[in-house]
């Protein structure tokens, strides 16, 4: 994909308006708990400054649905980003209007202006083209370092493209799409995918995709349910996804018609209840008790599990392998997040509940990447166009 990046721009007195994802949990006191987005999209605020650009940062923050909604101010985030800065972050009462055009213009080569949250405006998320275009008038240059809204064509990370004269992709976006690009297209082989979480019908697709990719799948997590049962084993109250049973059964179908291993549980932790206080016991999968709900894989499928990825040259992990958030169904989870942290390959790993595992072992830094966004990355990976880099290819 022919994207230029912002160090290919002239940007010295520009106004160049960076789309980032600043969309972070804050705690009921508006404090930031989590800056890890904020963080990855330093180097490119800090370019820009560096180069003499007036920087106007915008983002979402949380869903507000077009009103404004106090707790998902971004206030907050200013104040963080001006600590990693060490130097001010102005901001401005909202994203579009007189108020905001004065702000900008007020802005001197080196300054950092951050916008109101974006989706205060329904435009946003329905793509407005005169508020598009409102957002467009406020820059000379266009960069798009939101990788996680990039699955969005949204008036911000899409409609107002058109309307801005350059346009470019930030080092986040670019270091983003360059390790979901090389596993795909050029991965050092054995590639594995490792895809858990609760629901078969978000990854359906990754999975029928990847199965032309890859040399091993593991399907782990809730989802694992729908697949075992569709391969005859009784859930018992585990959740299944009825309707997607035979998607389920098609990948394993297809599987067998190449070369690529299908990793399934064979045992799995069982309890009555999800609770962090439930009994628990490990059964095999073909023999998990009526009214007991499988919630993590067992020691053996973690050890099999486990092996494949200490074989692995590539491995893509995206979703846990149970209830994590539980101690009595987080083993599963914990033995894989070190696993890959151990793995002697290109490790990508995607999706806030499996980065959550690994920051929960101290392992995120053992990784070879952490990608920014799950829903983006997922569809990166199911061989989706995502709109906010395409009509960055110009």
């Not at 202006?113 to 329905?126: F, Q």
């Not at 599987?255 to 016991?281: F, N, Y």
Request: proline share 6%; aromatic share 6%.
């Amino acid at each position: 994909m022919a994207v230029r990046t912002i160090d290919e721009l002239d940007l010295k007195g520009k106004r160049v308006f960076i789309r980032v994802d600043f969309n972070v949990p804050l705690d009921p006191q508006g404090r930031v708990t989590d800056d890890t987005r904020i963080q990855a999209a330093l180097p490119t605020i800090e370019f820009a400054k560096g180069r003499g650009a007036k920087v106007i940062l915008a983002s979402h923050l949380g869903r507000p649905k077009g009103k404004r909604v106090p707790e998902m101010i971004l206030a907050p985030v200013a104040r963080r980003l001006s600590e990693l800065l060490r130097s001010p972050v102005k901001t401005v009462g909202d994203c579009v209007g007189p108020e905001v055009e004065a702000a900008v213009g007020a802005l001197a080569e080196g300054d950092v202006l951050l916008l109101e949250n974006l989706r205060y405006h329904k435009e946003e998320t329905e793509n407005d083209p005169e508020f598009a275009k409102s957002l467009a008038a406020l820059a000379d240059v266009y960069v798009n370092d939101a990788f996680g809204a990039a699955h969005r064509a949204h008036a911000s990370t899409f409609g107002m493209v058109e309307f801005v004269g350059d346009v470019a992709a930030g080092f986040l976006m670019k270091k983003e799409i360059a390790y979901l690009e090389e596993a795909l297209k050029d991965p050092e082989r054995p590639f594995l995918a490792i895809l858990g979480g609760a629901k078969v019908s978000d990854k359906i697709g990754v999975a029928r995709n990847l199965l032309q990719k890859v040399n091993g799948l593991i399907i782990g997590g809730g989802m694992a349910n729908t697949f075992l049962w569709a391969a005859g084993h009784p859930p018992g109250a585990s959740r299944v996804e009825e309707d997607k049973r035979g998607d389920a059964m098609a990948v394993l179908e297809e599987a067998k018609g190449t070369s690529v291993e299908v990793l399934l549980p064979e045992d799995v932790v069982v309890a009555k209840e999800m609770t962090p206080d439930a009994e628990t016991r490990v059964v095999p999968v073909s023999e998990i008790p009526e009214g007991w709900l499988a919630l993590d894989i067992g020691p053996k499928t973690a050890a099999r599990f486990c092996d494949a990825i200490k074989k692995a040259k590539t491995v893509v992990w995206n979703g846990p392998m149970g209830v994590f958030e539980m101690p009595p169904f987080a083993l599963g989870t914990r033995a894989v997040a070190r696993a890959v942290a151990d793995a002697d390959a290109v490790t990508i790993v995607g999706g806030g509940d499996s980065v959550a595992a690994l920051e929960k072992e101290g392992l995120k830094e053992r990784v070879t990447h952490v990608s920014t966004g799950g829903g983006a990355s997922l569809e990166y990976l199911e061989g989706k166009v995502l709109p906010g880099i395409a009509i960055l290819d110009r």
